[in-house]
Nanobody, 119 residues
Framework: VQLQASGGGLVQAGGSLRLSCAAS????????MGWHRQGPGKQRELVATITSGGTTSYVDSVKGRFTISRDSAGNTFYLEMNSLKPEDTAVYYC??????????????WGQGTLVTVSS
């Protein structure tokens, strides 16, 4: 299973970015998808998740500003980020919990995409 994240970049505070993550490989089904981030000098934190049933959750610091979604086929998901703040600056990693032919509920990670928010 491979995850390809894209969409990061440099944006001014108050701006918007949309991250994408495409999952490919021998996936039978995806249980949940999520975005994590790691800012400078900080620990990696979970930002948002979406389950196979469509239930979403967010860390408090991004509620009302970020939206996680997925496409109808189910293997690509997005993080729409609005009203960005300098403290959102981080490397963003996508993650899926997926079932393959030989493994159940395995976690897979994308390579990370850098989001930089200037003040």
């Amino acid at each position: 299973v491979q995850l390809q994240a894209s969409g990061g970049g440099l944006v001014q505070a108050g701006g918007s970015l949309r991250l994408s993550c495409a999952a490919s490989g021998s996936i039978r089904s995806i249980n949940a998808m999520g975005w994590h981030r790691q800012g400078p000098g900080k620990q990696r934190e979970l930002v948002a998740t979406i389950t196979s049933g469509g239930t979403t959750s967010y860390v408090d610091s991004v509620k009302g500003r970020f939206t996680i979604s997925r496409d109808s086929a189910g293997n690509t998901f997005y993080l729409e980020m609005n009203s960005l703040k300098p403290e959102d600056t981080a490397v963003y990693y996508c993650n899926v919990n997926a079932n393959t032919a030989i493994r159940l509920r395995q976690s897979y990670w994308g390579q990370g995409t850098l989001v930089t928010v200037s003040s």
